[in-house]
Structures are given as C-alpha cells and as structure tokens.
C-alpha cells in the first residue's frame, strides 16, 4: 500500500466518524444520507480525491495527500477542483464553499464565503449538517465577527473597554 492510500483509508474512517457515508465514484447514491463522500470523483480537468456531498448537492472537496507531506500551499490544489465540477453535479454555490486538504491526520480548511479565506488547521472534517448550517446562513462567521454591535460603556473601566475593543478587532481580523 503506498503512503497516500494509507492516507485515504484514514480518511475514509475520519468522514465516516464525522458522519459522511463513503462511496466509490462506481456507486454513488448521492440519497444515501446527509453527507455522501465520493471517492476519486471526476471533474473538467482530472479527478477530487474526494467530493463531499449536503443533501444531494455538492459543498466541498477533500485533496489527500501521504502522511508527513506539508500541506501548506495545497489549497491551490483543492481550490482549483472547487472551481471545476462537472455541470452534471448539482452544488450549494459555484465555485464550491469549502475545501479541505488531508493526510489523515492533519487536516485543514479553507471557507471560501470568508473574504481573505485560507487555509488553517482543523481538528475534524465537519459533520454535513454543520456545512449545511453554515451555507444556508447569509451571513458568514466572520463577517458577523467584523460587524460586532457598538460596546455599551457604562460602568466598565477604561482597562476593561480596551480590552474588549482589542478582541472585537482580533476576532474580526480572523487572528
């Protein structure tokens, strides 16, 4: 078994764990369940390691790489397959919201609704109803975090407002 097959069975067990049935591109039923990972999927210019399915619609894609690779820099690779599904496949949104990159156990996440998105460390893929919650939402985390309500002063100190006015901008500049 070479090291990025070891790497996609491990995906697999980490999809399934999160709630995503796995299938061969062969097989699909994308009525299987909420959240259908196809493996190998066919897209205009080659094939997704995976592509991850909400409800019968295409959301993300997952790029698998063997264990050790970095994987910094490989969401170019994932973001490029996010924009070049096949018309067959029905989507949330064109290019695709999320793409993930994986060696099985690191994997990482790139939320394309945020405006200076990339890539950062995840623990866990996302189950699909988190996906789903987060595509039907108008507005994104971030942004809300970047349109926080006006700080009512009143009877805090002046240590107290800083700090919160400087968490309010880290949060809102995604740090």
């Known amino acids: ?10 995906i697999d067990v980490l999809l ?3 709630g995503w049935i796995v299938q061969n591109r062969s097989q699909t039923n994308l009525a299987a369940g909420a959240g259908v990972a196809i493996r190998e999927a066919l897209l205009k210019g080659g094939e997704a390691d995976y592509l991850l399915f909400a409800v019968g619609k295409a959301i993300a894609t997952v790029e698998a790489k063997p264990e050790g690779y970095t994987l910094t820099g490989v969401e ?3 973001g490029k397959y996010a924009t070049g599904l096949l018309d067959i496949y029905p989507r949330w949104s064109d290019p695709l919201p999320f793409c993930y990159e994986s060696t ?8 394309r609704f945020d405006p200076n998105y990339s890539s950062r ?5 996302h189950r699909p109803e988190t996906l789903i919650e987060w ?4 507005k994104q985390l971030n942004q809300r975090l970047r349109e926080m309500p006006t700080l009512i002063t ?5 240590a107290q407002i800083e ?3 400087n968490l309010e901008k880290s949060l809102g500049e995604i740090r």
Not at 1 to 10: D, G, V, Y
Not at 104 to 111: D, I, K, L, Y
Not at 154 to 158: A, N, V
């Open 135 to 138: 595509v039907t939402q108008s």
């Open 121 to 125: 460390g995840v623990s866990a893929f």
């Open 163 to 165: 700090a919160i006015q």
């Open 1 to 10: 078994m070479t090291p990025e097959q070891r790497a996609r069975q491990q």
């Open 76 to 78: 170019g690779q994932s």
């Open 104 to 111: 099985g156990s690191e994997p990482r996440f790139s939320n």
């Open 154 to 158: 009143g009877q805090l100190w002046l």
């Open 16 to 18: 399934q764990q999160c």
